[in-house]
């Protein structure tokens, strides 16, 4: 434990009244004496950082101002922070009851995850490695050295809070400020943390395991609370958001939790009907093309598609028919055409009338393929 500071001026050996060089003088005297280089021991060192310590403050004439005021002690009078807390209620003109704490809550993070279209119908699971804040090992995030503390601050008297007289339309007032020698926190740390600098935290990298949900989106984010990065001080982790992005697949295509995909027919199964047996991405999946089938033509696999994210149940499948005309016949192929086409007593081709649905169907169907 670092010993508490006595009188700055008694550690320097010199009478409240001593002048700026007399200061310096004892100052440098007592640190030929004690510096570590000088004298090895234990207690010379613990007294160093006494006599630097109370050098840093009364060689600085506004500290010393401070300090010879007492802090908050001795300054009476009613304070700026107290008309605001009485006309407009606490708090109201940053006025805080205490020193504020090291520990501060960590910052969130965010992190992009790809995931394939086969993962999304089921959810799945996922190790991600992050670069993150952890707490510190060495000091567990206390921000000192092994076996040392933080000491109460002798400007402010631990409270975190300097007064200093303002004149205003009021008249003179006092006005509260944050410790400039603690930043607020009533304490200073003598022997930082070699390993994080006083930080309480240190960059590492760490493993979390993630179960992503079924029916994820592209844009959508997960939010993982206190997966985030450790705060100063070893605060509190923040959140880690999650956005996901669905990467394409080149056979299926998605609308809402519904899959898509097309199926090519040769112009003789579209005639004449046939059965066929699919790959989709849960298994195989039988499908029946009617007789006559035409282009555009929709084929539904009930539940078949994405599980829903939220509830259960899942979308369908939805096929759209493609049917292919061969671009080139032998002889023998082309005269069984024509024997069909003499067989058959079709219009020749012409317009017919405007049909709306069949190009949204159109639209719909390979719009985003």
Same mark, same amino acid.
Do not use: W
């Given at each position: 434990?670092?010993?508490?500071?006595?009188?700055?001026?008694?550690?320097?050996g010199?009478?409240r009244?001593?002048s700026?060089?007399?200061?310096?003088k004892? %100052?440098?005297?007592l640190?030929?004496?004690?510096?570590p280089d000088?004298?090895?021991?234990?207690?010379?060192?613990?007294?160093?950082?006494?006599?630097?310590?109370? %050098?840093?403050?009364l060689?600085?004439?506004q500290?010393r101002?401070? %300090?010879?005021?007492?802090?908050d002690?001795?300054?009476?009078?009613f304070?700026?922070?107290?008309?605001?807390?009485?006309?407009f209620g606490?708090?109201?003109?940053?006025r805080?009851?205490?020193?504020?704490?090291?520990?501060e809550?960590?910052?969130?993070?965010?992190?992009?995850v790809?995931?394939?279209?086969?993962?999304?119908?089921?959810?799945?699971?996922r190790d991600l490695?992050?670069?993150?804040?952890?707490?510190?090992?060495?000091?567990?995030?206390?921000?000192?050295?092994?076996?040392?503390?933080? *000491?109460?601050c002798?400007?402010?008297?631990g409270?975190?809070?300097v007064?200093?007289q303002?004149?205003?339309?009021?008249?003179?007032?006092?006005?509260?400020?944050?410790?400039?020698?603690?930043?607020? %926190?009533?304490s *200073?740390?003598?022997?930082?943390?070699?390993?994080?600098?006083?930080?309480?935290?240190?960059?590492?990298?760490?493993?979390?395991?993630? &179960?992503?949900?079924?029916?994820?989106?592209?844009?959508?984010?997960?939010?993982?609370p206190?997966q985030?990065?450790?705060?100063p001080?070893?605060?509190p982790?923040?959140?880690?958001f999650l956005?996901?992005k669905v990467?394409?697949?080149?056979?299926?295509s998605?609308?809402? &939790?519904d899959?898509?995909?097309?199926?090519?027919?040769?112009?003789?199964?579209?005639?004449?009907g046939?059965?066929?047996?699919?790959s989709?991405?849960?298994?195989?999946?039988?499908v029946?093309v009617?007789q006559?089938?035409?282009?555009?033509d929709v084929?539904?696999?009930?539940?078949?598609?994405?599980?829903?994210?939220?509830?259960?149940?899942?979308?369908d499948?939805?096929?759209?028919i493609?049917?292919?005309?061969p671009?080139?016949?032998?002889?023998?192929?082309?005269?069984?055409?024509?024997?069909f086409?003499?067989?058959r007593?079709?219009a020749?081709p012409?317009?017919?009338?405007?049909?709306?649905?069949?190009?949204?169907?159109?639209?719909d169907r390979?719009?985003?393929f």
């Open positions: 434990m670092a010993p508490v500071a006595a009188d700055h001026y008694e550690t320097l010199v009478s009244e001593a700026q060089e007399d200061i310096k004892a %100052y440098r005297r640190a030929r004496e004690l510096h000088v004298n090895p021991s234990a207690d010379a060192s613990e007294r160093f950082k006494l006599v630097t310590h109370a %050098y840093d403050v060689s600085d004439p500290q101002r401070q %300090y010879d005021l007492g802090g002690q001795g300054m009476g009078g304070g700026f922070g107290d008309i605001f807390e009485t006309f606490a708090g109201a003109g940053g805080t009851s205490g020193p504020r704490s090291r520990k809550r960590g910052q969130d993070a965010l992190l992009r790809e995931v394939d279209l086969d993962e999304v119908m089921f959810g799945t699971r490695e992050v670069n993150t804040a952890v707490v510190c090992e060495t000091c567990e995030g206390s921000c000192c050295a092994p076996g040392t503390s933080p *000491v109460r002798d400007i402010c008297r409270t975190g809070q007064q200093r303002v004149r205003s339309l009021l008249g003179t007032v006092m006005t509260s400020t944050p410790c400039g020698t603690c930043r607020g %926190y009533g *200073v740390i003598p022997s930082p943390c070699p390993t994080c600098n006083a930080q309480g935290r240190v960059r590492a990298s760490r493993v979390i395991p993630v &179960d992503i949900p079924a029916g994820v989106d592209t844009g959508l984010r997960l939010q993982m206190g985030g990065e450790v705060g001080a070893g605060g982790n923040g959140d880690l956005e996901i990467r394409h697949h080149d056979v299926f998605r609308e809402g &939790d899959l898509l995909a097309t199926l090519e027919v040769s112009m003789a199964d579209a005639i004449l046939a059965d066929a047996t699919l989709a991405l849960d298994g195989e999946v039988a029946e009617r006559g089938a035409q282009s555009g084929i539904t696999v009930k539940d078949r598609g994405i599980q829903h994210l939220r509830g259960s149940g899942r979308g499948l939805r096929i759209g493609q049917v292919v005309t671009q080139k016949l032998n002889s023998r192929e082309a005269e069984l055409i024509r024997q086409k003499g067989s007593r079709d020749a012409r317009f017919a009338q405007f049909q709306q649905g069949l190009f949204a169907k159109l639209r390979f719009v985003g």
